[in-house]
């Protein structure tokens, strides 16, 4: 059974400016808390298999493939090290999408960051219930604090300070989890 935890922020500059910036692959360190290094491992630096490696300050090196690719909307990419899932999880991907906030004229300037992570942890039912009781709240924090991280990030040019997160999270638009 898997999780997904959601998270939405406003961003106010166009999904064509933003779109620009998130198709740049290299750039996750800027908007990923704890993020300190991304480098593409691929030829290619955008699409449908394009590889990173994200270095966490805590957690160290993990592989991001990308799974899915909609151009000038988002991408999904797997979390991975090497041919295994990412550690806690027996499998995860994580999703970035820019969406309109209306079909209304008025807000062609503006649009929305959707994140999600989508996982499973291994150990069955324990798994599950570790998952209830504490890893659930983590992980949506940590999606929470990317989509409000990015937006600030994309509407400053700036990297985003860990003092300025716990603030930032007002702007959150929302934030929900479910099993599948």
């Known amino acids: 059974m898997s999780t997904t935890v959601r998270a939405a922020a406003p961003i106010s500059l166009p999904i064509e400016t933003c779109w620009q910036s998130l198709r740049d692959l290299t750039r996750a360190q800027h908007y990923v808390p704890g993020l300190t290094n991304t480098t593409i491992s691929t030829d290619y630096k ?7 490696i994200v270095t966490h300050k805590q957690f160290g090196e993990m592989d991001e493939t990308v799974i899915r690719w909609d151009e ?3 991408f999904t990419v797997r979390l991975h090290k090497g041919d295994k899932a990412a550690r806690p999880f027996k499998r995860a991907s994580f999703r970035y999408e820019l ?11 503006r649009c929305e960051i959707h994140t999600a992570l989508v996982y499973e942890l291994p150990f069955g039912l324990i798994g599950r219930l570790f998952d209830r009781l504490l890893l659930r709240r983590i992980f949506r924090l940590s999606v929470i ?30 934030s929900d989890s479910s099993d599948s």
């Not at 990030?153 to 999270?169: A, D, I, M």
Request: net charge neutral; charged share 25%.
């Open 99 to 109: 969406r309109p906030i209306s079909n209304s004229p008025s807000d062609r300037d």
């Open 145 to 174: 604090d990317t989509a409000v991280c990015l937006a600030e990030n994309y509407q400053t040019g700036q990297p985003v300070p860990e003092s300025r997160r716990s603030q930032l999270r007002a702007n959150a638009l929302s």
């Open 72 to 74: 000038g909307q988002g």
């Open 46 to 52: 955008e699409g449908l298999g394009a590889s990173r």
